[in-house]
C-alpha cells in the first residue's frame, strides 16, 4: 500500500512538472488541437476477481459432486475523452465504465452470482510522434480516479456480500491515430493500469472485509472529432 502511495504521488509530481514545461514550450512545428471521441474495447478480470473465482473452483472441485465453474470474464468496455494535443504534446482525459455484469457458477446445490463493474477517469499527458498531420503515434502516463463495485451472492448456504469504494490509481498508456476526414479520425489505444483499495467493509452484514484491485488492460478503439479553433 505504501509503494503504491509513492508511485502515485511520484506519478502525480511529473505530470505537474511535464504540464509546466509544457506551458512554457515555444517554437515546436504546430498550434494546438482539440478534440472529442467515443471510446469502445475490451478488457480481462474488471476488478481482478481471478483469485476468489480460482479459489471457489479448487474448493468445488474437491467438494461438490455436480460442478459448473465460474469463468473469470472478459468484459466490454466503452467510454468517452477529450484531447488536446499541443506542439509534440497530448493532454487526455477520458471516462470509461465496464461491467460484465453476472458471472455465475454451481456446485450442487450451491448457486454463486458475481455482479461487478468499473469506472474509471484517466487523466493522461503524453508525447506525440507524428507522422504527418493528425498521424502519429503517442506514449502517455498519468492518475486515475476509479470506482469499483463487487456483490457475491451464494443460494446454499445462503450468503451475500457486497464490496464499493473509490481507489486512486495510475496508468500508462501508447496509441495511434490516423485521419479519415479532414475532421474525423480513428485511433487504437491500449492502457494498463493500476491500483488498489484499503480493506472495505461489507455494506450487508458489515463481518467481512476485502481489497479491490483495479489493476488491468484496456484495448480501446475510437472515433474523434476535430473541434476547429
Same mark, same amino acid.
Given at each position: 500500500?505504501?509503494?503504491?502511495?509513492?508511485?502515485?504521488? $511520484?506519478?502525480?509530481?511529473?505530470? &505537474?512538472?511535464?504540464?509546466?514545461?509544457?506551458?512554457?514550450? !515555444? @517554437?515546436?512545428?504546430?498550434?494546438?488541437?482539440?478534440?472529442?471521441?467515443? =471510446?469502445?474495447?475490451?478488457?480481462?478480470?474488471?476488478?481482478?476477481?481471478?483469485?476468489?473465482? *480460482? !479459489?471457489?473452483? *479448487?474448493?468445488?472441485?474437491? *467438494?461438490?459432486? +455436480?460442478?459448473?465453474? /465460474?469463468? &473469470?470474464?472478459? +468484459?466490454?468496455?466503452?467510454? /468517452? =475523452?477529450?484531447? #488536446? !494535443?499541443?506542439?509534440?504534446?497530448?493532454?487526455?482525459? @477520458?471516462?470509461?465504465?465496464? +461491467?460484465?455484469?453476472?458471472?455465475? @457458477?454451481?456446485?450442487?446445490?450451491?448457486?454463486?452470482? /458475481?455482479?461487478? #463493474?468499473?469506472?474509471?477517469?484517466?487523466?493522461?499527458? @503524453?508525447?506525440?510522434?507524428?507522422?504527418?498531420?493528425?498521424?502519429?503515434?503517442? &506514449?502517455?502516463?498519468?492518475? *486515475?480516479?476509479? #470506482?469499483?463495485?463487487?456483490?457475491?451472492? %451464494?443460494?446454499?448456504?445462503?450468503?451475500?456480500?457486497?464490496?464499493?469504494? +473509490?481507489?486512486?490509481?495510475?496508468?500508462?498508456?501508447?496509441?495511434? %491515430?490516423?485521419?479519415?476526414?479532414?475532421?474525423?479520425?480513428?485511433?487504437? %489505444?491500449?492502457?494498463?493500469?493500476?491500483?488498489?483499495?484499503?480493506?472495505?467493509?461489507?455494506? $450487508?452484514?458489515?463481518?467481512?472485509?476485502?481489497?479491490?484491485?483495479?489493476?488491468?488492460?484496456?484495448?480501446?478503439?475510437?472515433? =474523434?472529432? #476535430? &473541434?476547429?479553433?
Amino acid at each position: 500500500m505504501i509503494r503504491m502511495k509513492k508511485t502515485y504521488h $511520484i506519478t502525480s509530481i511529473a505530470c &505537474i512538472l511535464l504540464l509546466c514545461f509544457v506551458l512554457m514550450a !515555444q @517554437g515546436a512545428y504546430a498550434i494546438g488541437e482539440f478534440s472529442l471521441g467515443l =471510446n469502445a474495447g475490451i478488457t480481462y478480470d474488471p476488478n481482478h476477481l481471478e483469485p476468489s473465482i *480460482t !479459489q471457489w473452483n *479448487t474448493l468445488a472441485k474437491t *467438494t461438490a459432486t +455436480s460442478v459448473e465453474q /465460474i469463468t &473469470i470474464p472478459y +468484459s466490454f468496455a466503452w467510454g /468517452i =475523452n477529450m484531447r #488536446y !494535443q499541443f506542439n509534440y504534446f497530448l493532454f487526455r482525459i @477520458g471516462a470509461h465504465f465496464t +461491467s460484465p455484469y453476472s458471472v455465475r @457458477g454451481k456446485a450442487d446445490a450451491n448457486k454463486v452470482t /458475481i455482479s461487478t #463493474y468499473q469506472f474509471g477517469l484517466p487523466a493522461t499527458v @503524453g508525447l506525440i510522434m507524428p507522422l504527418k498531420q493528425r498521424t502519429y503515434f503517442f &506514449i502517455g502516463a498519468g492518475i *486515475t480516479y476509479n #470506482y469499483a463495485y463487487l456483490e457475491w451472492e %451464494e443460494t446454499a448456504p445462503a450468503n451475500k456480500y457486497r464490496f464499493a469504494d +473509490s481507489i486512486p490509481g495510475f496508468h500508462y498508456m501508447m496509441g495511434a %491515430e490516423a485521419p479519415i476526414t479532414s475532421k474525423i479520425s480513428l485511433s487504437v %489505444e491500449w492502457m494498463h493500469q493500476e491500483g488498489r483499495s484499503i480493506p472495505i467493509q461489507d455494506e $450487508i452484514a458489515g463481518s467481512t472485509k476485502q481489497t479491490i484491485s483495479v489493476k488491468g488492460d484496456f484495448l480501446l478503439f475510437g472515433v =474523434n472529432y #476535430y &473541434i476547429p479553433m
